[in-house]
C-alpha cells in the first residue's frame, strides 16, 4: 500500500507565498515522477507542476517564473513552493505520483487527500 500524505495549505493573500511538501509512504520500489495537480471549484483538475526522477520538470504556463518544484529523493518527498500567489491560485491541491509498488515495470498513479489553498485579493 502506497499513501501520499500533503502538508496543510492554507490562507494567503495576493502577492504572497506557501510551501506545500508531500510524502510518499508504504511499498515503494521506485518513484518515476512525484507532482503537483489542482481543482479550482466548477473546473477540472490541472497539471500544475511535476518533476520526473532525471530532474527534468513540466510546468504549467500560468506559474512558470512563481512556482518551484523540488524533491528530496532520500524522503521520497516533494515541495511546491509558490510565490507571487494570485487568487485565480485559489484551488485544491493534489499531490501524484507514478510509484512502482510491486514490480518495477509496473506503474500506477497515486493521489494524496488534496489540500485547500486560498489566495484572497
Known amino acids: 500500500q502506497v499513501q501520499l500524505v500533503e502538508s496543510a495549505g492554507g490562507l494567503v493573500q495576493a502577492g504572497g507565498s506557501l510551501r506545500l511538501s508531500c510524502a510518499a509512504s508504504?511499498?515503494?520500489?521506485?518513484?518515476?515522477?512525484m507532482g503537483w495537480y489542482r481543482q479550482a471549484p466548477g473546473k477540472q483538475r490541472e497539471l500544475v507542476i511535476t518533476?520526473?526522477?532525471?530532474?527534468?520538470?513540466n510546468y504549467r504556463d500560468s506559474v512558470k517564473g512563481r512556482f518551484t518544484i523540488s524533491r528530496d529523493n532520500a524522503k521520497n518527498t516533494v515541495y511546491l513552493q509558490m510565490t507571487s500567489l494570485k487568487p485565480e491560485d485559489t484551488a485544491v491541491y493534489y499531490c501524484?505520483?507514478?510509484?512502482?509498488?510491486?514490480?518495477?515495470?509496473?506503474?500506477?498513479?497515486?493521489w494524496g487527500q488534496g489540500t485547500q489553498v486560498t489566495v484572497s485579493s
Open positions: 518533476i520526473i526522477n532525471d530532474g527534468s520538470t
Open positions: 501524484s505520483a507514478l510509484i512502482s509498488s510491486t514490480r518495477r515495470d509496473i506503474e500506477l498513479r497515486y
Open positions: 508504504g511499498r515503494i520500489l521506485s518513484i518515476k515522477s
